[in-house]
């Protein structure tokens, strides 16, 4: 195995434990299971996204001013 492989599976595994990691705040929440999973995998802010529902905003309406 190069090494380029080996890094570009380390990177993999990083990025999913990320992914996870950003599921599991959003679910945690109060985003449905879909949204939570479109917002994990992408580049939205998650402080931004759990502040959003804190102050009172509806999950869909949350996801369509980050996505």
Same mark, same amino acid.
């Given at each position: 195995m190069s090494? @380029?492989?080996q =890094? @570009?599976?380390? $990177?993999?595994? $990083? &990025?999913? &434990?990320?992914?996870?990691? &950003?599921l599991h705040v959003l679910i945690e929440a109060g985003y449905p299971l879909l949204l939570a999973e479109r917002l994990a995998q992408s580049e939205a802010d998650l402080h931004r996204a759990v502040g959003l529902i804190t102050q009172g905003c509806e999950p869909k309406t949350a996801a369509e =001013?980050?996505?």
């Open positions: 090494d @380029a492989t =890094i @570009a599976e380390h $990177d993999q595994n $990083d &990025r999913e &434990r990320v992914e996870s990691w &950003r =001013i980050l996505l």
